[in-house]
């Protein structure tokens, strides 16, 4: 049987069209599940930490024993969770347990 260029180029038109959603929700499932990094320019400037036990407590006076990103009102994450979701850092993920010099409860 031979193909012409035309029935190639339709079979590969549909072949990518019916790809291109798998491909975007997968970039998008792996940009949800990304991680701050703690050499994030906006992490290194609010201070953060995954581990809230090593917040350098002369550079942020106002850390208090037992603050954590899990009981911020910026997270976004469950209760219980490991990472969730915070307002400052977008589609990022922040430890639970870490900190920043934003952490507010109220």
């Not at 031979?2 to 929700?25: D, E």
């Not at 917040?55 to 969770?81: E, M």
Request: aromatic share 8%.
């Amino acid at each position: 049987m031979k193909t012409s260029r035309r029935h190639f180029l339709h079979h590969v038109m549909v072949v990518g069209a019916g790809m291109a959603p798998a491909l975007i929700l997968s970039r998008a499932a792996r940009a949800a599940d990304e991680k701050v990094s703690e050499s994030d320019p906006t992490a290194k400037s609010l201070g953060y930490v995954e581990d809230a036990t090593r917040v350098d407590k002369a550079r942020f006076p106002a850390y208090a024993a037992g603050q954590r990103c899990g009981t911020c009102s910026l997270f976004q994450g469950k209760s219980g969770d490991a990472w969730g979701g915070c307002v400052l850092f977008g589609a990022k993920l922040v430890a639970s347990g870490g900190w920043c010099s934003s952490y507010t409860n109220s």
